[in-house]
Structure formats: structure tokens, C-alpha cells
């Protein structure tokens, strides 16, 4: 089983920073992708960022520039840093880990950005 546990929500004002983190445990392959998905009330949940175990990131359009996600292979640990927030990038932040065609996700923590 994995597990996925996450760290950094909170309140902060427009244009502030936030660092998200997200520890994985359990039975973690070498390769794998783990990413930051996030679900505003009433939309869909959608993607923020991903990053292979090799290095590759991608990002949603949205947030290029102003994210930047990175991951500890060693701590199996993957993190989120957000900078020059804006009150849209309100949600509830997910992680996820993808590996031998399956996904497993965290619990998820809120990240408010006030006006």
C-alpha cells in the first residue's frame, strides 16, 4: 500500500508564498510520477503540476512562472512551491502518486488566498 500525506495549506494574502510538501510511504517503485492536482468548490478537480522520477516537470498554464514543483527521490517526497498567489489559486490541493498504472492520493490541504 502507499500513502500519501501532505503539509503547508493555508492562509495567505494575494501576492504572498506558500510551500506545499507531500510524503509518500509504503511500497514506492523507483519510477513513478507524482504531482499537485487541486478542486475549487463547485469545479472540477484539475491539474497544477507533475514531475517524473526522472526530473520532468509540467504545468498547468495557469500557474507557469509563478509554481514551482520539485521532489526529494530519496524521502519520497515531493513539494510545491507557490509563489505571487492569487486569490483563484484557492482550492484544496491534492497529491498524487502514479506508478505501475495506478494512482493513490493524499488527503488533501486547503489553500486560501485573500484579496
Known amino acids: 500500500q502507499v500513502q500519501l500525506v501532505e503539509s503547508g495549506g493555508g492562509l495567505v494574502q494575494a501576492g504572498g508564498s506558500l510551500r506545499l510538501s507531500c510524503a509518500a510511504s509504503g511500497s514506492i517503485f523507483s519510477i513513478n510520477v507524482m504531482g499537485w492536482y487541486r478542486q475549487a468548490p463547485g469545479k472540477q478537480r484539475e491539474l497544477v503540476a507533475i514531475i517524473t522520477s526522472g526530473g520532468s516537470t509540467n504545468y498547468a498554464d495557469s500557474v507557469k512562472g509563478r509554481f514551482t514543483i520539485s521532489r526529494d527521490n530519496a524521502k519520497n517526497t515531493v513539494y510545491l512551491q507557490m509563489n505571487s498567489l492569487k486569490p483563484e489559486d484557492t482550492a484544496v490541493y491534492y497529491c498524487?502518486?502514479?506508478?505501475?498504472?495506478?494512482?493513490?492520493w493524499g488527503q488533501g490541504t486547503q489553500v486560501t488566498v485573500s484579496s
Open positions: 498524487n502518486l502514479f506508478q505501475a498504472n495506478r494512482g493513490y
